[in-house]
């Protein structure tokens, strides 16, 4: 399974912006699909996953702010972050999960920056 996640950039404090990411190299509906992040010196983060079916699960610095959604028939995961602040700077990293093996899939990374 290979992740090509796009959407990153630099955006002002409350602004917006949304993110996509598309899978490939698998036929299947992915299982599970989300995004972390990592900001320099921190540890990588849970922002939100999605379950194939639509099951969803939001980090808690970022609730109430992100919205993430999936189309299966392309399997591409997007989140859609609403009021951003300067400490969701970070690289944004898409992620999936798929039986049997349910082997963790990383993406390349997106940097999104939040100017003040």
């Known amino acids: 399974v290979q992740l090509q996640a796009s959407g990153g950039g630099l955006v002002q404090a409350g602004g917006s912006l949304r993110l996509s990411c598309a899978a490939s190299?698998?036929?299947?509906?992915?299982?599970?699909m989300g995004w972390y992040r990592q900001a320099p010196g921190k540890s990588r983060e849970l922002v939100a996953t999605i379950t194939s079916g639509g099951s969803t699960n939001y980090g808690g610095s970022v609730k109430g702010r992100c919205t993430i959604s999936r189309d299966n028939t392309k399997n591409t995961v997007y989140l859609a972050m609403i009021g951003l602040k300067p400490e969701d700077t970070a690289v944004y990293y898409c992620?999936?999960?798929?039986?049997?093996?349910?082997?963790?899939?990383w993406g390349q990374g997106t940097q999104v920056t939040v100017s003040s």
């Open positions: 190299g698998i036929n299947d509906s992915i299982n599970i």
């Open positions: 992620h999936a999960r798929h039986p049997p093996t349910w082997f963790d899939y």
